[in-house]
């Protein structure tokens, strides 16, 4: 697995099992709503996500995020 924070771990797994569940990657706000944090907190943990390869994203393209890490190493969602 990638070397992830405790924090980045978790992000991916909401993302991973908010679209298992919705069918649909989260926007934005519905991370800085579950993690209770700011909108450029959210975004800039996106754009590190994204660098480490962890996830990618279609550019300008709304709910695109998509888990890159493989299932079995995604933590359960504390």
Known sequence: MLRLTK???QY????HYYTRLNGRPPAEGDVQRYFG???PS???M???LEKCGAIEREPWT???IR???PVDDIPPLE
């Open 7 to 9: 924090l980045q771990k």
């Open 12 to 15: 991916i797994a909401f993302i």
């Open 42 to 44: 959210v975004h800039d």
């Open 37 to 39: 944090t700011t909108a």
């Open 46 to 48: 996106i754009l590190r």
């Open 62 to 64: 709304a709910r695109s």
């Open 67 to 69: 888990v890159l890490v």
